[in-house]
């Protein structure tokens, strides 16, 4: 069967594997590939047209124009932080200043007077440090405690003099938890003086080493900010009996819109805090005095039963905020600038200080600062123009002096 197989396969005819493929198509056009892109055939994308807009910000020190807000911020916040960095003291600067750091230390511990068991020889031995500063064993105790807390200061990275206060506590709690350390001062302190109690050594060396680190973080930001010049007013301010009345009337129709809406949003925990606030502590009554009769003797005349009448701690407070916006210069509308107003608020300290006694702990201090910006907001819109108007009639020395609300209500000398 074999032999059979190999002549049938012999006698088939001779056809290579070659001559069965084609490489011509008659039927379909040869496709041809295609040449190489080179830099004539890509597409250029069109260039984008610049569009810039107003500009928003122009450097005062580099003349540097944006008009992107964020990127004028972040510019001046690295002028801020290299002015920062220039007048920021070394080391040996602050070294040099420990005595007066150490002195302002003692005074600070002082202004508060202890009590208890120990509290007399607390005071008493504060006192002896006040009146013997050269005191070898003193200085050998300042120093060591200067050595401490110093360097970390000065040898790490910090932004802003604010972001020092968590490096001080952790320094002082580190401090203080060393046995070794702790004994060496105590050491210091009783040779100083041997009447004093242990007990009452240890509690001063922890409270002087807290307060320490608090006036080297002042004494660094005094350096880095430079002292202010303070803001004279060269005209003595004295309000009427008129102007007082106008005070009193628009400060409480401040605190009547504010409880009107606190009470609109009566599910909400901070407007809850402000309506407690000022029923508690502005309006009058409810133990808060009443003002004189003599400033409220307008409302009163006005009042059909529905006007707020502030207590005398709010009268004082709505007094110092009227004496702040007579010394801001307004724009030719009458009004003024809200960044102007706040910081000239902020830093007169009559003003800022009405406030905290005005309100008491009753809001949280976020609230309270919310509503403080609030309140000044709302007086200075509605009392503030007649102000700015008031000083520009005086100015032109015409016979009247227009004031927000009472010109439409009651205007004066009967126009």
Same mark, same amino acid.
């Given at each position: &069967?074999?032999d ?7 006698d ?8 069965c493929?084609?490489?011509s198509t ?7 590939r295609?040449?190489p892109r ?7 994308p ?8 107003p500009?928003?910000?122009?450097c ?7 008009v ?8 001046m916040? &690295?002028h ?5 960095n220039?007048?920021?003291?070394n ?15 003692l005074?600070? &511990?002082?202004e508060v ?9 607390f ?15 003193w200085l ?9 807390i110093i360097?970390a200061?000065?040898t790490?990275?910090?932004?802003l003099?604010?972001?020092?206060l ?7 709690e580190s ?9 060496i001062?105590?050491?210091?302190l009783q040779k100083?003086n041997?009447?004093y109690?242990?007990?009452?050594l240890?509690?001063?060396h922890c ?7 608090e006036?080297?973080i002042?004494?660094?930001c005094?350096?880095?900010i ?5 803001k004279?007013?060269?005209?003595p301010?004295v309000?009427?009996?008129e102007d007082?009345?106008v005070?009193?009337y628009?400060?409480?129709a401040?605190m ?9 949003y009566?599910?909400?925990?901070e407007?809850?805090?402000i ?8 309006r009058e009554?409810n ?13 009163d005349?006005l ?10 701690p709010g009268?004082?407070?709505?007094v110092?905020?009227?004496v ?8 030719e509308s009458g009004k003024f600038?809200?960044?102007v107003l706040?910081?000239d608020?902020f830093e007169d300290s009559?003003c ?8 008491g702990?009753?809001p ?9 910006k609030g ?12 102000v ?10 015409k016979?009247?002096a227009a004031?927000?609300?009472r ?9």
């Amino acid at each position: &069967m074999d032999d059979s197989l190999a002549s049938n396969i012999s006698d088939l005819p001779d056809v290579s594997f070659q001559s069965c493929i084609s490489t011509s198509t008659p039927n379909k056009s040869q496709r041809k590939r295609p040449a190489p892109r080179t830099a004539g055939t890509f597409k250029v994308p069109a260039a984008k047209k610049a569009r810039k807009g107003p500009i928003c910000g122009v450097c005062d020190i580099c003349g540097k124009d944006y008009v992107r807000k964020k990127s004028y911020l972040d510019h001046m916040r &690295m002028h801020v932080l290299t002015d920062v960095n220039s007048h920021y003291p070394n080391q040996e600067k602050i070294m040099n200043e420990i005595p007066a750091i150490s002195r302002a230390t003692l005074l600070s &511990m002082n202004e508060v007077k202890s009590v208890g068991v120990w509290g007399g020889q607390f005071n008493a031995f504060v006192q002896e440090m006040l009146t013997l500063p050269d005191n070898s064993m003193w200085l050998s105790y300042t120093k060591d405690v200067a050595n401490r807390i110093i360097p970390a200061l000065v040898t790490g990275k910090f932004m802003l003099p604010a972001t020092l206060l968590p490096t001080v506590i952790k320094c002082c709690e580190s401090y203080l938890s060393s046995l070794s350390e702790r004994k060496i001062n105590l050491d210091f302190l009783q040779k100083i003086n041997v009447v004093y109690s242990q007990d009452m050594l240890e509690t001063f060396h922890c409270d002087y080493v807290h307060i320490f680190g608090e006036e080297v973080i002042r004494f660094i930001c005094k350096s880095v900010i430079g002292e202010k010049p303070r803001k004279e007013v060269t005209i003595p301010i004295v309000f009427d009996i008129e102007d007082r009345q106008v005070i009193f009337y628009v400060a409480g129709a401040t605190m009547r819109g504010f409880l009107r809406s606190g009470k609109r949003y009566s599910k909400n925990a901070e407007w809850c805090a402000i309506v407690n606030c000022i029923e508690s502590r502005i309006r009058e009554g409810n133990g808060v005095p009443l003002c004189c009769q003599a400033d409220r003797a307008w409302t009163d005349e006005l009042n059909r039963k529905s006007l707020f009448f502030i207590g005398a701690p709010g009268m004082e407070f709505f007094v110092a905020l009227t004496v702040v916006l007579y010394n801001i210069e307004s724009d030719e509308s009458g009004k003024f600038k809200d960044d102007v107003l706040l910081k000239d608020v902020f830093e007169d300290s009559v003003c800022i200080l009405l406030w905290d006694e005005l309100i008491g702990n009753s809001p949280t201090e976020v609230v309270a600062l919310r509503f403080l910006k609030g309140v000044v907001k709302s007086y200075t819109d509605t009392y503030g123009r007649g102000v700015a108007y008031k000083k520009l009639n005086t100015h032109l020395k015409k016979s009247f002096a227009a004031i927000s609300l009472r010109h439409g209500l009651a205007p004066r000398g009967g126009q």
